[in-house]
């Protein structure tokens, strides 16, 4: 008679040779398949390593933003793309696996408040040949017809020839990972997604191979300190533990991880991300992949994300994952991108002009193509003016076209308010429109980015202020309409304020910006004849203002632009 301990020592034994039995699977499969179609060009290396020391701000302002309560979990919308036969049969993945996936990778990202929701119903693929004969290089690009932008896609194929599955890296804009049916309960999911957040193999030796000691971490292998680096030879693991002899070029042995998701152990043994792989994953979200929106709002191009009623709005691209209410539209060529600085040379702004984040277009990516950024509506049926002020930059020797466009009748019609094209310099330069005419509407704005033929016409925009007086703002009614005049507005070099009837004590008045900060103050005379004060405008900044007479008992306001 079996002893409990007996017992206990069976079962183990039993476990380590399951454990011994898939690794030695997982190998022989591996001499004839790549684990992995994932490579990193060097112009996405280039992009990564110069951008190493921005995510980690990013991730710090992320974790300061979560202890005071500010930063929420993000939820990836993910739309499931399933191959069967030309008849639509034998789907490569079940329903029901597809809800294990979901779960599997909630469960993996959880710990960085991130998780993934299926928008809805599967989409098929019924192609027989692609279902069993899916080949990485040569039919990748017949699935950008089937993407749903600004959303992640994931893709199950009955066998993929050459790999067991592949992502698309951030530097590509697009939202796609493959993998074949096999591997969909795997961590291969895991792996993948990794890469669609920007992490590289901890095998990785196209910068040059990292050193067991860590010297080099920052600048090869992957650019990761705390994964230890692998030389990449999956024979070497066996249940899971990395039992061969290579040393690197120190000599010092490697000491790979055989659970850690990006490296070569086997895929049933994976369940890690290290730390910082977490807060790369992190960066990649909040800088890369912001542009990510829930399932509701792909669908119409021009819908509303929400309204706006108070006024002054200002937008200077400072939040990330969903912060900001401007969506990229679904129809376009590509997605405008949040940056502190472009990544190309002779082109692009180096700094933001307000704030540390502006939005701009990659022309390097995509030429001759458009791009269009949209606002959230605007509520002016109870206003009486209507004011857009944003600073510009264009700068290189291919830029192309960036305009301003406005509907008012739900993105029927769209009006051009503003355009301008060509190589405007190496700085940031403002707008100040006034679009009075579309007041007592609901509006909506988009910036239309047109790139030119050539890598150096990157375009960027921020600090976004869009301003809008009430009908009435404590004015009084009937003869008294006119007590406070400004000419001319917008007004360039001098802006001339009249002002009278003041039948009130000790008026004074207040020239104030956007943002409530005055600007000019100067006591009035209280007697009813009219006065005039002349106000040299030659060293403020262009913008919209707010000129305020205020008595011990009424106020009365109106605005101005100062246009550059």
């Not at 010092?252 to 730390?275: E, K, L, W």
């Not at 399932?295 to 119409?300: G, K, L, M």
């Not at 008045?509 to 030659?538: P, R």
Request: proline share 4%; aromatic share 10%; glycine share 8%.
């Amino acid at each position: 008679m079996f002893t409990m301990k007996y017992i206990k020592i069976i079962n183990y034994r039993i476990i380590i040779l399951f454990i011994l039995f898939q690794s030695q699977i997982e190998n022989s499969i591996g001499q004839s398949k790549e684990e992995c179609g994932t490579v990193p060009n060097q112009q996405y290396l280039d992009y990564l390593e110069n951008s190493l020391t921005e995510r980690e701000k990013l991730v710090n302002r992320h974790y300061k933003d979560r202890l005071q309560g500010r930063a929420t979990s993000t939820s990836i919308p993910v739309q499931f793309h399933v191959s069967r036969t030309t008849e639509g049969n034998d789907a490569a993945v079940s329903d029901e696996d597809l809800l294990k996936v979901i779960d599997n990778i909630n469960t993996s990202f959880s710990i960085m408040g991130i998780s993934f929701t299926s928008c809805g119903q599967t989409k098929f693929i019924d192609d027989t040949f692609l279902h069993t004969n899916f080949e990485k290089d040569l039919h990748d690009p017949l699935l950008d017809q089937y993407d749903d932008k600004f959303i992640l896609n994931i893709y199950f194929f009955a066998d993929i020839t050459d790999v067991n599955g592949y992502a698309k890296f951030p530097q590509d804009q697009v939202d796609r990972i493959v993998i074949t049916s096999e591997r969909a309960l795997t961590s291969t999911v895991e792996h993948e997604l990794g890469h669609y957040f920007s992490l590289l193999h901890t095998y990785e030796t196209s910068r040059g191979n990292e050193l067991v000691s860590g010297n080099n971490c920052r600048v090869a292998g992957d650019f990761i300190c705390d994964t230890p680096p692998d030389p990449g030879d999956r024979s070497d693991f066996n249940a899971c533990i990395y039992n061969g002899t290579a040393v690197d070029g120190a000599g010092d042995r490697y000491a790979p991880d055989g659970f850690n998701y990006m490296g070569r152990g086997q895929a049933t043994c994976r369940n890690r991300f290290s730390i910082l792989q977490r807060e790369r994953i992190l960066a990649s979200l909040l800088m890369d992949r912001y542009y990510l929106v829930d399932c509701s709002q792909t669908a119409p191009e021009n819908s509303c994300i929400s309204t706006i009623t108070s006024f002054p709005y200002e937008e200077s691209f400072e939040d990330f994952a969903g912060g900001t209410e401007w969506r990229q539209n679904v129809d376009d060529d590509f997605g405008w991108r949040i940056r502190h600085r472009t990544s190309s040379s002779n082109t692009g702004p180096d700094e933001a002009l307000d704030g540390d984040y502006f939005m701009y277009t990659e022309a390097s990516d995509y030429m001759n193509a458009t791009g269009i950024l949209s606002s959230p509506c605007f509520d002016l049926q109870d206003r009486s003016t209507l004011n857009v002020t944003f600073g510009y930059h264009l700068f290189g020797t291919d830029i192309g076209k960036l305009s301003l466009q406005l509907t008012k009748d739900e993105g029927a019609t769209w009006a051009s308010v503003w355009v301008q094209q060509g190589n405007k310099g190496n700085q940031w330069n403002n707008a100040v429109i006034t679009l009075d005419e579309y007041v007592g509407n609901t509006i909506q704005l988009r910036f239309v980015g047109e790139t030119g033929s050539g890598s150096r016409g990157d375009m960027a925009i921020d600090n976004i202020v869009i301003s809008s007086a009430p009908l009435v703002t404590g004015v009084r009614p009937g003869p008294d309409k006119n007590t406070l005049t400004l000419y001319p507005n917008p007004a360039r070099d001098i802006l001339t304020i009249q002002y009278s009837d003041l039948k009130q004590g000790h008026p004074t008045l207040y020239v104030t910006n956007v943002s409530g900060h005055v600007v000019y103050e100067q006591k009035l005379s209280n007697i009813s004849a009219s006065k005039e004060i002349k106000l040299d405008l030659k060293e403020w900044n262009p913008g919209v203002y707010y000129v305020r007479i205020i008595g011990q008992e009424k106020e009365f306001t109106t605005m101005f632009v100062h246009q550059p």
